[in-house]
């Protein structure tokens, strides 16, 4: 017999408009009401249990109904035991919570409450540039040094007479690679260094437009880290590594910026390394040294308005490798391509003003050693200087030349310079490299603006 009588059902019944419901259909109903909800109380009990409670709260009821795939009765919370009272209406008894009788005169002789504050924002500055500045609302560095000593604290403990330290070590947390990508980085990876051309250009080809290689791009980085260390002196595989750099870099869906402090070191290997192939005067180097400049100067332009330190870091370690007469010429020839990639305004402030100083104390003696490779890599440098000077001039004409269209007159590209400016630019540069630079330009506009700069 179930536990709801069909007088109940029929009741329901009829507030959801469903009237005239037969006795059996009432009685089958309550019994299947009654053994739904023992089940439900049943789980309601288990979540009570493995709470360690001996209450039923409205929490287990819920969490009951979700395991039932049953949406949760909103709109219940649990306070204490609510005390019924029973009254009789019509030979009926009903079950009812009393109210507490407040006296009106209570309520208004009670206090006002407090006035809510209002709801007021205010920003400061967690870091700048890594810097976390002494204000009140960045914890001080004593908070700091006592959550640190929170975090690691180190208990002596001693076992068969000897001494340790026992600190709290968080585990690593692995990094999963599905078993597809681990084939694409290993196929990619073989096909970089492949001796067929085909299979590389597809492989870089690859690595520029692919949109799914986030995962594996700190694994390309770490494999570029590790072949240039390993290869220092094998030209193609640092060939190879650059065209690898170069595609990750031209992946529009890479964020690439986190990687930079590991992928510049490798590319600065490159650009200024003492050697870089077996054969120097066999194998042609200076391409792939240049290569390496226009990648430095590449990432300078495209992150230097992010990060306003990356280009002088660069630069100041490039002018160092240029003017320090213990670097080898290959060395000194990267870093003065370097400077001459990242811009005419550097150049005019750190390359120009110190080719006399580099002429003086490391082409002459260069020049006039009988090795080959030491003249081979003087004359390098000669034409890398000489070619900055150029492209400083070429330049200035385009300027002047705009400066004249917007004035709607005419520019005289033929004027040359005087013999007292061309005698100036020889004292100021040398002639180990102002004379060739003045045998392929003599116009007045050029050497007049590196004359303005050298002053």
Not at 167 to 188: G, T
Not at 323 to 343: E, R
Not at 432 to 449: H, N, R, S, T
Request: with cysteine; proline share 5%; hydrophobic share 35%.
């Amino acid at each position: 017999m179930s536990a709801i009588p069909k007088d109940t059902i029929k009741n329901i019944g009829e507030s959801l408009g469903i009237s005239n419901l037969k006795d059996d259909v009432a009685t089958a109903l309550g019994q299947d009401v009654d053994y739904r909800v023992q089940e439900l109380i049943q789980e309601a009990t288990k979540f009570m249990r493995h709470s360690k409670r001996s209450k039923l709260m409205v929490e287990d009821i819920n969490a009951a109904l979700r395991v039932k795939n049953v949406e949760p009765l909103y709109g219940y919370g649990y306070g204490d035991a609510s005390k019924f009272r029973r009254t009789t209406v019509n030979n009926q008894n009903i079950y009812f919570t009393e109210d507490e009788e407040v006296d009106f005169d209570t309520i208004l002789n009670k206090p006002l409450p407090k006035i809510p504050l209002d709801v007021s924002f205010t920003a400061h500055w967690l870091a700048i540039e890594g810097v976390q500045p002494a204000i009140p609302q960045n914890p001080t560095p004593s908070d700091a040094k006592s959550d640190l000593l929170t975090k690691k604290t180190k208990t002596q403990t001693t076992t068969n007479g000897i001494s340790t330290d026992q600190v709290d070590v968080k585990p690593l947390v692995k990094h999963i690679l599905s078993k597809e990508l681990q084939m694409y980085f290993e196929r990619i990876t073989d096909a970089i260094v492949s001796e067929d051309e085909r299979l590389r250009s597809q492989a870089f080809e690859s690595l520029r437009n692919d949109p799914g290689l986030h995962q594996l791009l700190p694994y390309f980085v770490q494999h570029i880290q590790k072949k240039v260390i390993q290869n220092h002196k094998n030209l193609d595989v640092l060939d190879a590594m650059l065209s690898t750099v170069y595609s990750i870099l031209n992946n529009k869906h890479l964020f690439v910026e986190p990687y930079l402090h590991q992928l510049i070191p490798s590319i600065l290997s490159c650009l200024v390394g003492r050697t870089i192939c077996e054969e120097p005067l066999e194998q042609d180097h200076w391409s792939t040294r240049d290569r390496a400049a226009s990648l430095i100067a590449s990432i300078c332009h495209q992150y230097g308005k992010s990060y306003h330190t990356l280009q002088p870091r660069i630069a100041k370690a490039l002018l160092r490798a240029f003017l320090d007469p213990t670097k080898p010429l290959t060395t000194q020839y990267g870093a003065i391509k370097g400077l001459s990639q990242l811009g005419t305004e550097v150049t005019r402030v750190l390359v120009v003003p110190n080719i006399k100083f580099y002429d003086q104390n490391c082409l002459q003696h260069a020049l006039s050693s009988t090795s080959p490779l030491k003249l081979e890599g003087a004359r390098k440098c000669q034409e890398a200087l000489v070619d900055t000077l150029l492209q400083i001039s070429k330049e200035a004409k385009e300027t002047a030349l705009q400066e004249q269209i917007k004035l709607g007159s005419e520019m005289e590209d033929g004027e040359t310079a005087s013999e007292q400016d061309q005698a100036k630019l020889l004292e100021h540069v040398g002639t180990l490299v102002g004379q060739p630079f003045l045998e392929k330009e003599q116009g007045k506009i050029a050497i007049k603006d590196i004359l303005e700069h050298l002053q």
